[in-house]
């Protein structure tokens, strides 16, 4: 049914049901910080509405969400990219995690074993991250984190931070970026929310998400009344940098004004940082602020520098995390999910309970072999628990509890979804559906993930969309995507009669997508969901082989075990035989290649290009480093040159540009020697770089 045949009481209908999902959906994304949808799933929902009262005028009113002011903006906050990434931090978890961060550090500097390593230790505010820019000591511009590249501007909410400068005086750098974190005391939160409860709505379940959910106000005078705090932890982009620790990096920030995270602590050692990990987890329900770790960062800023980071967590840092919070609670059911690659999953239902003040409901399985090592059944009381961010995880069974007629789950012979034999590949654990693209959660999940945040980004395009085009056959390969509208055009039931749907909506899908048709190699790669392919490794693969058919013709040469091609494919870093394997599967699987050809015909696919790094001799270059180094270590050698932009081998080939012998260089050397490769000492080496 198009919109046009609705009569005005169905209109009048679906009006009332599109204003009170929009008004939920308002509530709980501002109000309770918690959103159900997503933003562009919500964005349909508003244009739909728009629609309605556009075609059935007398349905427009002051009341509805189209015509309120604060609602009106929608999500609006403006992008705003990082000059320098805000980078994540790896964990540890005890004492163990502990000691092999200092030898890792150890380990990558050279450094000898008496050697003190300055750490400052601070406590893990529970709260969110923010970057706040000041030229010649004036605020400019704050900014929320985002996705660490690219996040909000939220300076006019950040202005009314009073823990926040807007001025700083005495000696700053010209451009200055202060990071830290802004969160809500406990007393402020314990306020808000019985002011909340008083006016009859919805409380945050915590201060992390209470101080979210205020940031992202449109309207400032609601964040000025949250009472939010600040700390600050850390630079990024400064235009001078008159500090050589961390230490140095507290007082400056001390002394223009912002608030630090107390108590901290300089530790020499595992055993300092142990008495202070124990002395903090004491204190902590006394602070007036929740944490949920401690932070350990080197003191030394040239350490810092060498060190460096991987993918996106520091070396020089790591946060020591808190021990999971814990609950009992009742499984309710066992429901088995297909992935993107076919793996199945067993997700626990649990009778709702709220562990660490977080409504907890469901929990991963992980896989068969955990439910049957903690013999988990449906029915049994479990001991649940949450940490961070993580996905809650059962720990067990409460085995007293456990009902006479609770059944041990059989392990599934074949896919709940298109019932294809499940199948598990020796070596691992998984059970796999073995339907592929013929499975339809198989095929859906990887629709889902083609068009996902860090691969094709179409706006407009989220789960439930997929879900629908794929259930009324709209779309069954990523190929139809960018085929829709013209399949569109010749279509009986054109997308802007459908349910949910209008002729504004459907252009502007239209629009997204064609936005979409030019793509960076690397954000290609990721999108088409080879089993064990991230974003770094999408990343590395593009760099290595630079464009499509070169990637392809490889792929289809390391077929051979003894092929150039594999050693390449192997050389590559964190690409081992597994994941080598799964990759060269894929590019050897005809019903993928036909899916790559009809996107070739779509899309312009861009090849990979080096980030600038400056003019070095090494960039794009291959060098291999064989020998014992003197001046730095292997792990840290090759960070360098790959900072350069050089890619570090592991075997010397024609294709090498510079092997760089250490002290014993053996067998390397002697090849490089007799293919003519060029030779470096490595005092060579260091002066070059
Ligand atoms: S330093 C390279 N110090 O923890 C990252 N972060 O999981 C430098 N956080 O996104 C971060 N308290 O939002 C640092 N004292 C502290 C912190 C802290 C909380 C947050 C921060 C970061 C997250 C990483």
Aim: hydrophobic share 40%.
């Amino acid at each position: 049914m198009s919109l046009f045949d609705l009569d005005q009481e169905d209109a009048k209908a679906r009006h009332r049901k599109l204003t009170k999902d929009i008004e939920r959906h308002d509530e709980l994304y501002h109000g309770q910080d918690n959103p159900e949808i997503s933003d562009a799933d919500y964005d349909a929902l508003r244009r739909a509405l728009i629609e309605l009262e556009d075609q059935y005028p007398d349905l427009q009113s002051a009341q509805s969400p189209t015509n309120k002011v604060g609602a009106k903006p929608a999500r609006g906050f403006s992008k705003v990219t990082h000059k320098v990434p805000m980078l994540s931090l790896s964990n540890v978890f005890n004492e163990d995690e502990v000691n092999e961060f200092f030898e890792r550090i150890r380990r990558f500097l050279n450094l000898s074993k008496d050697e003190p390593i300055d750490i400052i230790a601070e406590p893990k505010i529970d709260g969110l991250s923010c970057a706040v820019i000041y030229k010649n000591g004036e605020m400019v511009q704050a900014a929320t984190r985002g996705d660490g590249q690219v996040g909000e501007d939220i300076t006019d909410n950040v202005k009314t931070i009073s823990d926040i400068p807007q001025k700083i005086k005495g000696d700053v750098p010209e451009t200055l970026e202060v990071r830290g974190e802004i969160y809500m005391s406990r007393e402020a939160f314990l306020a808000l929310n019985s002011s909340l409860e008083a006016q009859g709505k919805q409380p945050f379940a915590n201060p992390r998400n209470a101080a979210a959910g205020s940031v992202r106000q449109l309207n400032s005078e609601i964040t000025k009344s949250r009472n939010l705090s600040f700390f600050g932890y850390a630079l990024g982009q400064v235009s001078s940098e008159p500090w050589e620790t961390q230490e140095d990096v507290r007082a400056a920030l001390r002394s223009w004004g912002f608030p630090q995270a107390e108590p901290s602590a300089l530790c020499k050692n595992v055993s300092d940082i142990m008495e202070n990990f124990e002395a903090l987890e004491t204190i902590r329900p006394d602070l007036d602020y929740e944490i949920d770790g401690i932070v350990y960062k080197v003191n030394r800023r040239d350490w810092r520098e060498r060190l460096g980071f991987v993918s996106r967590a520091p070396r020089w840092a790591t946060a020591h995390k808190f021990p999971a919070e814990k609950a009992v609670t009742i499984i309710n059911d066992i429901e088995i999910q297909v992935g993107r690659t076919g793996a199945l999953t067993p997700v626990a239902r649990l009778e709702p309970i709220t562990v660490g003040g977080v409504v907890v409901s469901n929990a991963t399985l992980h896989n068969f072999d955990e439910i049957e090592r903690k013999d988990i059944r449906v029915t049994d009381h479990v001991t649940i628990q949450r940490a961070g961010d993580v996905i809650p995880q059962v720990v067990n069974v409460i085995m007293d509890k456990r009902q006479k007629e609770a059944q041990k789950m059989n392990v599934p012979t074949h896919c709940p979804i298109c019932k294809s034999p499940a199948e598990r590949p020796e070596g691992e654990v998984v059970i796999r559906c073995t339907g592929g693209m013929n499975c339809s959660a198989q095929a859906v999940e990887r629709l889902k993930h083609f068009v996902s945040k860090n691969a094709f980004d179409i706006d407009g395009m989220g789960q439930k969309v997929i879900e629908q085009f794929w259930q009324e056959g709209m779309i069954k390969t990523p190929v139809d995507i960018f085929t829709l509208e013209a399949q569109d055009q010749k279509s009986l039931t054109p997308l802007r009669n459908k349910e949910g749907w209008g002729t504004l909506s459907a252009k502007n899908l239209f629009a997204a997508i064609d936005a979409k048709r030019v793509v960076p190699f690397n954000r290609f790669i990721y999108a088409l969901g080879i089993r064990q392919v991230g974003e770094a490794t999408a990343k590395r693969l593009a760099s290595v082989y630079g464009d499509l058919s070169t990637l392809k013709t490889a792929m289809a040469r390391a077929l051979d075990p003894n092929s150039e091609q594999l050693t390449d494919l192997l050389n590559i870093d964190d690409i081992g035989p597994v994941v080598a394997h799964d990759i060269i599967v894929f590019f050897n699987d005809q019903r993928n290649l036909d899916i790559i050809e009809g996107l070739e015909e779509q899309l312009t696919i861009e090849p990979y290009t080096a980030p600038n790094l400056g003019d070095s001799q090494f960039a794009g270059k291959t060098l291999v480093f064989t020998g014992s180094l003197e001046k730095m270590t292997r792990a840290e050698a090759k960070a360098k040159a790959e900072a350069l932009g050089a890619k570090v081998s592991g075997s010397v080939s024609k294709k090498t540009d510079h092997v760089i012998v250490g002290a014993d260089a053996g067998s390397k050397a002697k090849k490089a020697h007799e293919l003519g490769v060029n030779i470096l000492t490595e005092d060579q080496w260091l002066e070059m770089i």
